[in-house]
């Protein structure tokens, strides 16, 4: 009787480390320069894209502080220290496929992939953002 309590015991502690998040690619993360940022949670995908509520949880957006115009973040995959992200704008018009790594120094490398062009309306004008941004983590 002894062993199974202790079994039971050793499993249910065991069981409560798989259940640790990893907050690797949970946050908001920001990048100066081109004030832009990333609003994120590729664990739980429970991010309600602002003036995009009826589409319900996602896995995060990227935005502009100069703008609210946004892209929703559809779907993502994460392997090791790099997360794949879909995104589609505002309109559902235009998408493309971008990488985001965590890197040893604790930055996050975004690349480009393929599909459209990130960009946000500044100014009556097209921002366009290049295909390789660094983002430092806000929160």
């Known amino acids: 009787m002894k062993r ?4 039971i015991v050793v499993l249910a502690s065991m069981s409560g480390l ?16 081109y004030k832009i940022f ?11 894209v602002p003036g995009q ?6 896995d995060g957006y990227v935005g502009s ?8 973040i559809v779907s993502s995959t994460v392997e090791g220290n ?3 992200l879909d995104l589609v704008n505002n309109y559902g018009s235009e998408d493309f496929q971008a990488t985001l790594t965590f890197e040893k120094d604790g930055s996050y490398t975004w690349k ?3 599909g459209s062009t990130l960009k946000f309306p500044v100014d009556r ?7 390789k941004v660094v983002f430092t983590r806000k929160e």
Not at 53 to 58: D, K, L, T
């Open 18 to 33: 798989h259940a640790q998040v990893d907050s690797t690619f949970v946050g908001k993360f920001e990048n100066e320069e």
């Open 112 to 114: 480009h992939q393929g």
């Open 65 to 72: 502080t100069q703008t609210t115009h946004v892209w929703a």
């Open 82 to 84: 790099t997360a794949t």
């Open 38 to 48: 990333l609003q994120l949670n590729l664990e739980e995908k429970n991010i309600v």
């Open 125 to 131: 004008k097209w921002q366009k953002i290049p295909t």
């Open 4 to 7: 199974i309590v202790s079994l």
């Open 53 to 58: 509520e009826v589409f319900g949880e996602m």
